[in-house]
């Protein structure tokens, strides 16, 4: 590989992954799927809006960002939390060392799943495996997970983690997606010892794997069987959710784990399975997943933002939390965009959802159980999202979200909204009242009745629009 090459590789995978955040796949690298099951099911996800996704392991105990401190070449930012006494090689050997203290005994997956379901969330994102490599199942394939011998957590009865979790989330009516990492850093098959990068790690291989194809093959078949494992043993799975994105073919070192071969194999048997192998684009990018951001236009593809309901992915110590009135207001904007929300909650180390979490869940469960009829089922409609309005569409009924900023925002008792089309008749989501209206130049002004001029603004107020 030419120098300039390798200098082109390089900036194209900083562009894929930058201080942990990945970018997301433009909607032309969307393939829509040749099969009618794999299409209807893509027009299932898109009806449920709100997913519960969640990063735990090992790293939470730290109240670290999970895996990547042990990336060399991403030290600069993914280690400005370590603050005590340690070098590189040190670190990397008491992350790996905290599987001996991952002890979580106040983990009650029925308590997560009733909160997930209260809340108004569709589906479960769960990290079965980060890049840090430690499984939450009962993996035959390595002894470093939650039930393996060295982690204290093994003898408990829910240290099966997934099975336990799946089970308590499927039996409250809620999806599930498995979130795997191609990468794998503590198997020896992807950061192998003695290679030619030394101890200088990176998120990728510690060698070519064109020139250690036998070594490569082993990752390989180390990954396919792991993912099996899932796919096949822990019930019905929806949506395989791969991170790692330059774990591909084309990424600055190849990297094929010929990921169409297992999800094939994988569809044999659960032949809805969606596949989000994120930020790759191609037939197994079902799904395009935004992290910690919203596309600026809407997109008629399926997609989804992965947006943290506190500052960070995994569990962090005083963490602080979007107040319940942004959030509902991301997911107004999401929806009204065309997406789905993956709203991220980072477990404590002993396994409780943080208080401030479950706060906020709670209130978007109670927004969303008078409200929810303009976010669930819903599709795009012009003009979309204006700053103030968030516009969607269920048959022939539009929805109209008018956003307050703050408590403080005054509530004026005429409203316009810039909807050009025809309306015959607006009523107030959660009073079913119906309200005077007047068509005036590039929209409508609605008139608000007195109970909905209170002192404290709402979230929103939400008007449903018929012909």
């Not at 003009?383 to 005054?410: E, H, I, M, W």
Request: aromatic content about 12%; charged content about 25%.
């Amino acid at each position: 590989m030419s120098e300039a090459t390798q200098h082109d590789d390089a900036q194209q995978e900083e562009q894929v992954v930058e201080q942990g955040v990945h970018n997301f796949s433009a909607k032309d690298e969307w393939v829509k799927p040749e099969d009618p099951q794999l299409q209807e099911r893509l027009e299932w996800f898109k009806d449920q809006k709100l997913g519960f996704m969640m990063h735990w392991g090992t790293y939470s105990q730290l109240g670290v960002v999970e895996s990547w401190a042990l990336s060399d070449e991403d030290a600069e930012w993914s280690r400005d939390g370590i603050d005590w006494d340690v070098d590189g090689e040190e670190l990397k050997q008491q992350y790996f060392d905290l599987n001996k203290t991952f002890n979580p005994v106040r983990f009650q997956p029925d308590v997560w799943a009733d909160l997930a379901a209260e809340g108004g969330f569709k589906y479960l994102i769960f990290t079965t495996k980060h890049h840090d490599g430690f499984c939450m199942w009962d993996t035959k394939t390595t002894d470093y997970k939650s039930t393996g011998a060295d982690t204290p957590f093994h003898s408990h009865k829910y240290a099966d983690i997934c099975k336990h979790l799946f089970d308590a989330f499927r039996d409250k009516g809620l999806a599930i997606a498995t979130y795997f990492s191609k990468a794998d850093w503590h198997t020896p098959f992807y950061w192998a010892p003695n290679m030619e990068r030394g101890n200088k790690t990176w998120r990728g291989p510690s060698y070519n794997p064109k020139e250690h194809p036998e070594l490569w093959e082993k990752f390989v078949q180390f990954t396919h069987e792991q993912i099996m494992e899932l796919l096949t043993k822990y019930g019905r799975i929806d949506v395989l959710w791969l991170d790692a994105g330059w774990v591909r073919e084309g990424s600055r070192v190849w990297q094929d784990i010929r990921l169409g071969e297992v999800v094939d194999r994988a569809r044999e048997q659960q032949p809805w399975l969606l596949s989000a192998d994120r930020t790759v684009g191609g037939p197994y990018e079902n799904i395009i997943t935004p992290e910690q951001t919203i596309p600026e236009g809407p997109m008629d593809v399926p997609w989804e933002s992965c947006i943290t309901m506190g500052t960070s992915f995994s569990f962090r110590y005083e963490d602080k939390y979007k107040p319940t009135r942004q959030l509902v207001h991301i997911l107004l904007e999401v929806v009204a965009k065309g997406g789905n929300l993956a709203l991220n909650v980072g477990p404590q180390p002993d396994g409780r959802l943080p208080e401030g979490a479950i706060v906020r869940m709670k209130e978007m469960g109670a927004w969303m159980k008078t409200y929810g009829e303009a976010v669930y089922g819903t599709r795009i409609c012009a003009p979309y999202f204006t700053k103030q309005c968030a516009f969607t569409r269920k048959g022939d009924t539009v929805y109209c979200s008018y956003l307050y900023p703050s408590d403080n925002t005054p509530v004026k008792e005429n409203v316009f909204i810039p909807y050009t089309d025809t309306v015959g008749k607006v009523e107030l989501v959660g009073t079913n009242e119906m309200l005077e209206f007047n068509r005036v130049e590039d929209g409508v002004s609605i008139t608000l009745p007195l109970s909905a001029l209170g002192d404290k603004a709402p979230i929103a107020h939400v008007f449903r629009i018929t012909a």
